[in-house]
């Protein structure tokens, strides 16, 4: 809701600044041109920012809180967007986008892990279904406020690999 009154105040602030071109003579026509850029630019501006918060800012964020693991002393071994692994001091750093702050665990804290499966199913206009499948790794604590981490697998491939890669490291 903030994004969109900011691109509601965005569009107010270009609309009154185009009125006030000298070139523009009858209202008429401003409004239409108006509600033209309005409709225009919302559908340009809202799938350019779907892509950035389910994507791109994830990364980021993951990128800026392992250089701040880094500068800590903690090793990288293993990372994925959500979740870094320390292999040679046995930790690990949960480090998602819903989470404000980084929670590291020692890998004995770790109960239990598994993949998690949705699936995703758009009906097409033309009457065509299409799934897709979206894979998390669900990681449990013995952390009572918070016991649940969750971070998001590229393909299934990815899934299976880090739960091997878990298997290895946890029980290995």
């Not at 800026?64 to 500068?71: D, E, G, N, T």
């Not at 491939?157 to 290895?168: E, P, T």
Request: net charge positive; glycine share 4%.
């Amino acid at each position: 809701m903030q994004s969109l009154l900011g691109y509601f105040i965005f569009f107010l602030i270009t609309l009154f600044a185009f009125k006030a071109y000298a070139g523009m003579k009858a209202d008429i026509l401003f409004y239409f041109v108006g509600f033209l850029y309005l409709v225009i630019s919302f559908l340009i501006y809202y799938p350019i920012r779907k892509v950035y918060i389910s994507n791109i800012l994830p990364q980021r964020l993951h990128k800026q809180k392992l250089s701040y693991l880094k500068a800590d002393g903690f090793n990288e071994s293993y990372s994925a967007t959500g979740v870094v692994i320390d292999a040679v001091q046995r930790k690990i750093a949960f480090t998602a986008q819903t989470i404000s702050n980084i929670i590291i665990f020692d890998l004995s804290d770790i109960r239990s892990w598994s993949m998690e499966t949705r699936t995703n199913t758009i009906r097409r206009s033309d009457g065509r279904e299409i799934s897709r499948d979206h894979y998390s790794i669900v990681v449990n604590t013995n952390n009572a406020e918070q016991p649940m981490f969750k971070f998001f697998a590229a393909n299934a491939h990815d899934a299976q690999s880090w739960i091997a890669r878990f298997n290895a490291i946890i029980n290995g």
